[in-house]
């Protein structure tokens, strides 16, 4: 079979690199000066709590011992506790990831969808008006911070559409008896709308240069000039040969920006008051949590990780000539 | 006598460079390719004469403006522009491109690239396409398995050869290659070569073999044009332009060329070609010639009648033609 | 090349850093961004001069709208936002341009001696800077700065350290190129010591490059600063765009309905990432240049009339 040995080689490399990142986590965590206990802030935080805290978290223990412990528990699914409320980090990351998914995706798709068909036209149409328009738009949307076009939608549209701005849930749901699933199911997308098209439209831009970009490389080649010699339409030599072709960056480009917007969808949740992992990381972030933030961070690595290695896949079964 | 199945009158190309003015790359050529005649375009890199056959198909870029005449079976190709070249293609006149290594989308395999045309001709459809285009790999000296292999798989001559026969898949009256045998080594030319004259021979086919290389020409083609500057120096049948050539610059270029056998020592003509982005006074050759005298800086040549299908464009033979007169 | 290329091509530069120069500033998009970004930093640069006394003071009520007094309106603190604004400036480019440099060093020293010293040294290097690339950027900023303190230096740094992947392959691939050119494989058959090599040959070809990926760093170092900001990790005592927008968040502007506190920061931030984003686009773009001709267009060749001749 054509390249196992290149597969392979990639998942190795996937799984090397994620035991780099669970190290980097437990090094960065335990790098703190002072203590992480010494810096928490909760209610019932007093000297004594604090002190039976570290025993059983085991940061009285060794460096190594507490790396080693630190590995176990993850084989075992265990990510330690959270320092403010003694659950464990799964159950509290849990519902969070939960949340985020969907409305992440969502706008994932939308700025896929958005940036390829804007880059497709502008590269066709390139020089004309229709070109420079896609561009401009598409590097000013690319030019905004997230958390800033976050808050102008909160101002000047989400009133004017009347979708809600913060939170997942309609309080008011449930009030006079136990809701339909479908119900239930509208309200989420509706708090995910604004959410969801914040990050679209944040992503989306990049995408635009980038497809533009991969098809004007394309639309140089040789191969196109055959095409059109041979007598195929515009249209045809577009989709036919250009498009497969610039498909090969473009697959890398979604793996590799899902690296990017995380920052994009940790500060708009914030904005939107969106309870996914994003939100738990500002809060987190907030009252010192830090098994909490190692988790999440671990977690965002892992996904970050497995999304390159599904692009190194992918692009290999498009480009017949990897080999290696 | 029959009219020529390709006739270009006064070809003009220019390309337009933005702020930079306009380079003015094939300056009004005349030549004719009868059916199943061999015909070749040589000259220096720079010259035009890729420029000019890509004119031929109406393959020119936005930048481009072109003027005269390009009569194929009697209809102007390039009436209309883009419009009136499209309908030509692949169908009357097909192209083996200079690199024909790139020719080949990278993503796809060899065989639907020869299919594709044949589909979009209604030449062939399906199955019917498939075994068509086998065939035509077998024809051009390729196993016809391979039609499921991708580009990357074959060697540079065979790509050549892929490229021949994807040419080759509507039945096209012309074929015009533009430069088939450079970065191949010389044993693989030497197979093009024949292949492209016994393809000539065997399907009627007229060919137009662009080359710097003149060898090839003298190999393969019954008559040649000779470009300088954008501008056909002369034109014959190819033994007369090696023998008797009738322009300075024919005659320095076959001399040019090492003799593998011979003694002669390695003629390099001294100099390089004229800017064509302004327009020339005079001879273009005239800062070059060994022959150079009295008009040719500042009178622009004609082109005239030197013996049967011979034409040259220099000063030399209209003393030869008044002495005659 | 064909006739078709370099008829359409652009002539290449008889000396880097002449031709460089001619050609970026002859692109509209390179002018309209340097225009942009040097007012800003004027702005930043004369800060002090143009707005005097301390601009967090409070000078009207709350969330007060533009007027004649205090063009931009105030903010939730009751400070005057164009003042805020101008400050804002100073450390914004501050961190931006700061940290777009260190990335910069980093990515270029790794790309360099990847690059130069090939074999061991560049899989080596370049190992590293493929396991760096794949950990998500911002977590890592995020738990650096809680962890490691909010100065302002401290952030340079961090935003400096995560971003130089990118440059350092980029430099890296330059590099290669450059080594196997011909006068540099003369100057090594004189007889000239690695150093003096990259001194004197590499590194010169190879400084406009990286100069140009530095200034498009620069929109991300800026980007990543308001992130860390907006996280309420900066470094509290001082003033930027970031915390402007953040400080507008958390006195809930929106409720208040006042735009003013919200819009004008961002847009600055926009027009300073657009208009970096802009130069040194065109920068790379006229470093690493991409001769094509575009096989297909809307538009096409056109008909002529046949020119007279002269008899």
New interface residues.
Partial sequence: MRGIDFVVKRVLFAIATVFVAITLNFVLFRAIPGDAIQALRCQHCTVQFKNALRKELGLDKSKWTQYRLYVQGLAHGDMGKSLRSQNPVTHELWPAIKNTIPMVALGYVFSIILGTITGVIAAWRRGTIVDRGSVGTALAFYSMPPQWLGLMIVLFLASAVGLPTSGIKDPSLGILGEPSLWTVVIDRLRHMVLPSLSIGLVLYGEYTLVVRSAMLETLG???V????????SSWATVW??AF??ALLPIVTLVAISLGFIIGGFITIEYVFSYPGIGLAIVEAIDQRDYPILQGAFLLLALAVIFFNLVADLLYFK????VTT | MRAPLLDVS?L?V??D?GGRGE?H?VR?IDFSVDEGERFGLVGES?C?K??AI?AL????????????QVLLAGENV?????DSA??H???EI??V???AM???????TIGEQIV??ME??DVAEGRVAVLRARELLEVVGIPADRAAR?P?EFSGGMRQRAAIA?ALACNPKILLADEPTTALDVMVQAQILELLTALANDFGLALVLVTHDLPVVAQVCERAAVMYAGVIAELGPVDELYHDPRHPYTRLLFAATPDLYGDDEVVSIPGAPPRLDREPIGCPFAPRCDRAFAPCPTV?PRMLEVGTHHLAACHLNERVVEAVS | M???E???APEAPASVRAGVFRHVLGQPQAIVGLAVVSVFALVALLEPVLISGDPKEKVAAVFQAPSSAHLLGTDGGGADMLKLLAAGAQISLLVGFAAAVVSALIGGSFGLLAGFFGGKTDIVLMRITDYVLVIPDVPLMVVAAALFGRSITNIILIIGIIYWTTTARLIRAQVKSVRERVYVRRARALGAGNWRLIGKHVLPQVAPLLIANTVLLVAYAIFAEMFITFLGLGDPSLISWGRLIENAFTDDAVLNNAWWAIVPPGVCVMLVVLGSTLLGQAMEDTLNPRLR???L?V?????????R??P
Wanted: aromatic content about 8%; charged content about 20%.
């Fill in positions: 080649e040789d191969y000039l055959t095409a059109r010699a041979k007598g195929l036919k040969h497969r072709n498009l480009d017949p000539r | 006064d003009h220019w390309f460079l380079v790359a009004g720079g035009g890729t420029t890509l198909m109406g393959l020119l870029p936005p930048n481009a403006s072109v003027a005269g390039l009436a209309r522009g883009e499209a309908p293609r692949w169908s097909a192209m491109f200079q690199g790139n020719a080949f989308n990278p993503v796809r594709e045309p979009l001709h991708y990357h994807m622009t | 064909t006739i078709v370099a008829a359409s001709v575009g096989h267009s538009r096409r060749f056109r008909i002529r009339p046949v020119p001749t002269e």
